[in-house]
């Protein structure tokens, strides 16, 4: 069966920088999309990063230029590297895997099949 399990997460103080990881087992891991998504208490699940099979990568506008996804399939393993951090950026963190022949944009969470439990990240003074 596919797991995702994350990694990472923590209480960080904003400027600072945390990275997560999300290792992926029970499933070939090269050929699929992935992504990061993050949610808070009463709001939807919003995409924060997607990277393709061929690692072309996607952000949201609030992360762009500070968070950076990455993917290492010898490792079967996602990363989310996040610099800069700011409060807003706190969070429970879940990665996911796409569909295989999901197209169109990233920000779509129906096109995903599975999800990890979630890593919480605190932006704090």
């Known amino acids: 069966q596919v797991q995702l399990v994350e990694s990472g997460g923590g209480l960080e103080q904003p400027g600072g920088s945390l990275r997560l990881s999300c290792v992926v087992s029970?499933?070939?891991?090269?050929?699929?999309?992935m992504a990061w998504y993050r949610q808070t208490p009463g709001k939807q699940r919003e995409l924060v990063a997607g990277?393709?099979?061929?690692?072309?990568?996607h952000y949201a506008a609030s992360v762009k230029g500070r968070f950076t996804i990455s993917r290492d399939n010898a490792k079967n393993t996602v990363y989310l590297q996040m610099n800069s951090l700011k409060p807003e950026d706190t969070a429970v963190y879940y990665c996911a895997r796409r569909w295989r022949g999901a197209s169109g944009s990233y920000s779509l969470p129906s096109t995903y099949d599975y999800w990890g439990q979630g890593t919480q990240v605190t932006v704090s003074s």
């Open positions: 990277i393709s099979k061929d690692d072309s990568t």
């Open positions: 029970g499933s070939i891991f090269s050929i699929f999309p």
